[in-house]
Structure formats: structure tokens, C-alpha cells
């Protein structure tokens, strides 16, 4: 199995940079409610924190 890392930064309060294997992916916005870009493109994602149920669309 090769190695993996991840590292989440948070930059200011509802931005956060994660940095990973697959490369650095930008979120912004609340907990419960962002949108995030990465190389795979943008995604919003909107739940409910803590339950499991959330959303997730292409944009």
C-alpha cells in the first residue's frame, strides 16, 4: 500500500484549504453549507451537520 497524507489548513473563518495526494482542493462557506474547487471541478454541498444527510451537486 503506498503512502498518503492529507492536511486540512484553515485559513480564515469559512476557508480552508486541503491539501492532499490528489492536490489542493479550495471550500468556502459554513459548515452544513459550501462550495468547493478543486481540479475535479466545483461542488456545492449542503446538509445537516452531525446527521449524515447532506447533498452534493455538480456545478
Not at 498518503?4 to 459554513?30: K, Q, W
Request: without cysteine; aromatic residues 6%.
Amino acid at each position: 500500500m503506498g503512502l498518503r497524507f492529507r492536511r486540512m489548513l484553515r485559513l480564515a473563518p469559512g476557508l480552508r484549504v486541503r491539501l492532499d495526494n490528489h492536490g489542493p482542493t479550495l471550500s468556502i462557506g459554513p459548515r452544513g453549507a459550501n462550495l468547493n474547487f478543486s481540479r475535479r471541478g466545483i461542488h456545492s454541498h449542503a446538509g445537516i451537520p452531525g446527521s449524515g444527510v447532506y447533498h452534493r451537486q455538480s456545478l
